[in-house]
C-alpha cells in the first residue's frame, strides 16, 4: 500500500478518532495533519518495506 493509498483510506477513520481524543473537530484535522506530515517524511526517509509495515497496520 503507497502513502496516498493509507492516507485516502484511513483518513475518515483517524479525523473520527482525533475527534474524540480533542473534542474539536478542526483541533483533530491540525493533529491528524501533523501525524501524516511526520510519516511522510519518515516513510520517504526510510526503506521502503519500514514504510509499507508503518502503513499496513502492524
Known amino acids: 500500500m503507497s502513502f496516498d493509498e493509507f492516507v485516502e483510506t484511513r483518513l475518515p477513520a483517524l479525523l473520527r478518532y482525533a475527534t474524540v481524543l480533542t ?13 501524516l506530515v511526520r510519516a511522510h517524511r519518515r516513510c520517504a526517509g526510510s526503506a521502503r518495506s519500514t514504510c509499507r509495515n508503518a502503513t499496513s497496520g502492524r
Open 23 to 35: 473534542g474539536d473537530p478542526h483541533l483533530a484535522e491540525d493533529v491528524v495533519q501533523e501525524m
